[in-house]
């Protein structure tokens, strides 16, 4: 086999106390029913080209490789060969919204020099954009924004430093009399404290809401939930059994970020990030930012594997937590909650072809008749995927902090 070499461009920030407003978020996303190039994409690169009835093309430059596949959502799809050694391949219609591809280049992994590069599945994977016409919620529009800020601060529970990424809200800097409730947002699995910003635009999200007066302004906190060792994170093999995982695009299954793969899944316990925010995130937060510091004014949430850790910090600490938020991450009883006078709210939700997706509105309806307010949201016509996620926030925040 011949040694395929390939340069490939990311961009790291990493220094405390760095913000940026949009950095890293496209814009152009909403070009629906004309060919374009994905949003993603580096300056002057043509390709991936989504084109008009949503399927998208990719082209790679690897003259002497003997295979080259395009992996959309961990399903791998073979591409052809031209004279030029440039590989090409066309997709099937794919669901509106982000997905995360990546090459394989006999055999390896390999980004795609052509587009920006993000985490998921335990690895560095490039992205495109489907565009949404109802998305309109997570567009970059001219309207005030706030700052995302990148932190570092030192967990005595972990010994060591961590990475935090703070959303504040746009009046946040000239309105310094003010204080704030605070959101403690998760990522699924195999992602880090980056994903809501750069997949689920949680700060444009907000900001969009903030600007129509639907919400009341609050902080967002974004850290990634590993703290030791965690089960193993990276690409699993594809599938196409039935039943074997949430069905993908034109049916197929793959396992999204956030899930354990086909088969019975990892036991592993989330103590030990809980002892690590009530001992250390928490209390650094209250003391670096002008938060409301009571569990009134404390809610968490995540997506799938964030939110099993949401269920488990929250349940063990209802003293430190009164809005609980699960995205397509399983439900809450009323006996697994041992105060419902604490719980202000219990949201729950799926996209429409997830499995669980049938059974929340009767989990939540169950919840209702306990006494302990709960809403379910089912997001029409996706799967394990960043628009039922990006959906879920956005019907979670409305109902946040409202008394």
Known sequence: MKKLKLAVLLMVI?????????????????????????????????????????????????????????SIVNVPHDMIKGPDGVWTYTSEPQDKGYHN????????????????????????????????????????????????????????????????????????????????????????????????????????????????????????????SAVGPQFPMGPRPATTAPGAATPGPQGQAAPAPGTPGPGARPRFSFDTYAELMIKDMIPWVDNNFRTIPDQAHRAMSGLSMGAMCTKSVTLAHLDMFSYIGLFSGGTIAPDEITDKSRVKLVFMSYGSRERGSDGVKAAS????????????????????????WRRSLYEFALLLFKN
């Open 14 to 70: 990493s220094v405390s106390g760095a913000s940026f407003g949009q950095s890293g978020q496209a814009s152009n996303v909403f070009s629906a029913d004309t060919a374009h190039a994905s949003p993603y994409n580096l300056s002057g690169a043509r390709y991936p080209r989504i084109e008009a009835d949503s399927r998208v093309t990719f082209r790679f430059n690897a003259p002497d490789a003997q295979k080259v596949q395009v």
């Open 101 to 224: 591809y990546w090459m394989i280049v006999d055999g390896v992994i390999v980004v795609d020099p052509a587009t920006n590069a993000f985490i998921g599945y335990g690895h560095m994977c490039n992205g495109f954009e489907i565009p949404d016409p109802d998305g309109r919620f997570y567009e970059l529009k001219d309207v005030p924004h706030g700052n995302v800020l990148i932190k570092n601060y030192y967990s005595k529970v972990a010994k060591s430093w961590r990475h935090i990424f703070v959303y504040t809200p746009p009046d946040y800097e000239q309105n310094t009399s003010a204080r704030y409730p605070v959101l403690y947002l998760q990522h699924g699995g195999g992602e880090d404290e980056r994903v809501w910003i750069e997949m689920g635009r949680t700060n444009l999200i907000l900001d969009n809401l903030i600007a129509e007066g639907k919400i009341r302004p609050f902080i967002v906190v974004m850290e990634t």
């Open 365 to 388: 309806e169950v919840l209702n008749q306990a006494g302990i307010k709960s809403v379910s949201y089912v997001s029409p016509l996706t799967a394990h995927e960043w628009q039922s």
